[in-house]
């Protein structure tokens, strides 16, 4: 299947501190990509749907000025969580549909803590 | 309407047993229905999927059945083993690579 990677694996910042993810689809190009949130235990909770060359379209309840997406090409989405707090501290994972295939690939998640 | 609804939360299965999770929907436009397997600490990894044009589908020791007027699909793990023990989700989108609505998911423990 297509691989889809994310980077960083895992990250602690300090709270009030911005930290960037990225979303890379590796084998195939995705104009569209999903940012996800999972809490221990639970299941995962579309965050916003990311579309190159325009603006992320964001789930009711999450601050689209707090978790800034960026779609800058074929192959990478961006998440930025910004002013970071301890509450913002989650796994977060993106995915990208192969539209050849019609099937959804997930990255391997990243682990971000703030302390 | 929007709600994919999975059972059972957790299931313990002997090794080399069948293991059986359930899903229910409500919304008769999703025409597309993956199930993906998520080890701890990582992301979920997609494991077989299954159109409403057919009524099973098998990879390997797994098989998805499909029951349309019930509105129901099922993931079936025969002869489960202990590498199985991991969080199986079921979910739905409609013309397959839109949102993805995701059960609640079912923690699967393979005792040996």
């Known amino acids: 299947g297509a691989v889809v990677s994310q980077h960083p694996s895992w990250v602690i910042c300090k709270s009030g501190t911005s930290v960037k993810i990225e979303c890379r689809s590796l084998d195939f190009q995705a104009t569209t990509m999903f940012w996800y949130r999972q809490f221990p235990k639970q299941s995962l909770m579309l965050m916003a749907t990311s579309n190159e060359g325009s603006k992320a379209t964001y789930e009711q309840g999450v601050e689209k000025d707090k978790f800034l997406i960026n779609h800058a090409s074929l192959t990478l989405s961006t998440l930025t969580v910004t002013s970071a707090h301890p509450e913002d501290s989650s796994f977060y994972i993106c995915?990208?549909?192969?539209?050849?295939?019609?099937?959804?690939?997930f990255g391997p998640g990243t682990r971000l803590t703030v302390t | 309407q929007q709600q994919v609804k999975q059972s059972p939360q957790s299931l313990i299965v002997q090794k080399g047993g069948i293991s059986i999770i359930n899903c229910a929907y409500e919304?008769?436009?999703?025409?597309?229905f993956p199930w993906y397997q998520q080890f701890p600490g990582k992301g979920p990894a997609l494991l077989i999927a299954i159109r409403p044009d057919v009524s099973e589908k098998k990879e390997g020791r797994f098989t998805i059945s499909f029951n349309k007027s019930a509105k129901q699909f099922s993931l079936h793990i025969m002869d489960s083993q202990p590498g199985d023990s991991a969080t199986y989700f079921c979910a739905a989108s409609i013309k397959g690579y839109s949102t993805l609505t995701f059960g609640k998911g079912t923690m699967l423990l393979v005792s040996p």
């Open positions: 995915s990208a549909p192969d539209g050849s295939s019609y099937e959804q690939y």
């Open positions: 919304n008769t436009a999703f025409d597309y």
